[in-house]
């Protein structure tokens, strides 16, 4: 088992300065205009395939770090070039999350491979769960899939929304109620195989920021996927289903469900996205600080200005190390029992709208333009508390883990 550390390695400092050069020389460059045009940024997901960082070895290589802090490392530094492009790059992997938390190993064979596509077809997945009527309450989720016996077929009928790269996606993972009565305890994830009929986008949302992310509704008439795309195989479903209609019987807890196995997995991710954003957003206000002149003196002297930085600085840190510390459990089999996962992803992204918050006020005027980034950045930070479960959603479930109370 590793030891948790606070000092990257030869290796993953090298992959980490990779990263960020290629954040600092592709992605921030390009940032103001696809932010501009909210639209995918193809030919920027397809420099990062032709270096080998969209691809699923580089993923695989930074999930399986046996130090946890891979892909904490990646996300920061990717989002540190820009939040919009970051997500359309990384977005996939919320997909691919959701084959390897609940596949089967023929099944991630075979499917993540095909979310990503080869550098001369680029492809991208989307993970398909949150509806107008059930986001953070996926118990009301009504996307439903039944099985057809006869033909070895799941017919999924619903629609999603909120789903990065939804509609444009190769694959889809969906996530879909299969009993009903059980509530979040009955629901399963599908695999929808490119062009499957049926399947069609619906709106497209023009967001306030990650503009450069396809965020959209995905609907499904009648979809009909094949037995074997039944996410861990029905044989497994089954078999979960039974213990959960036991456990309902008897008045047992709830059991982790399909969403949320992948939002556990991925919430200090999310957390070190927003170290990333509220990092390059404190080192724009440092710089201008520093260089910006009132009254005969840079601003940075006056100390109104500089504690700001100072908590900016002191806050960012302490959000790291939150998530290295959720990364470093995840990997190594320690159980969150104090739901330090999503105390990692709460606080980073409360500190992420704060710090960019700081540093538009820094900036003062200028700030509030669109010739200066800490004005997308600040825009971008709002999403941290919002996806993958509201910062009220993250301190219901801290407070449930540590008391043992069902809390509403």
Known sequence: MAEFTMELNDEQKEVRDWIHGFAADVMRPAAAEWDEREETPWPVIQEAAKIGLYSLDFYAQQFFDPTGLGI?????????????????????????????????????????????????????????????????????????????????????????TWATNGGIANIHVVVAVVDPELGSKGHASFLVPPNTPGLSQGQKFKKHGIRASHTAEVVLENVRVPGHCLLGGKEKLDERLARARERAKAGAERV???????????????????????RAAYEEALEYATTRSQFGRPIIDNQGVAFQLADMRTQIDAARLLVWRASWMAVTGKPFTSAEGSMSKLFASEVAKKVTAQAVQILGGNGFTREYPVERMHRDAAIYTIFEGTSEIQRLVIARTLSGMPIR
């Open 256 to 278: 982790k469900n399909a969403a949320m196995a992948t939002f556990e997995a991925s919430r200090p991710a999310v957390g070190a996205m927003a170290v990333g954003t509220a």
């Open 72 to 160: 904490p490392m990646t996300m920061e530094e990717l989002f540190w070039g820009d939040a919009g492009i970051g997500l359309s790059i990384v977005g996939t992997g919320l997909a691919a999350v959701g084959v390897l938390a609940n596949g089967t190993e023929e099944q991630i064979g075979t499917w993540v491979p095909q979310m990503y596509g080869d550098v001369n077809d680029v492809k991208v997945a989307a993970f398909c769960s949150s509806e107008p009527d059930a986001g953070s309450d996926v118990a009301a989720m009504r996307t439903r899939a039944v099985y057809d016996e006869a033909k070895d077929e799941w017919v999924l009928n619903g629609t999603k």
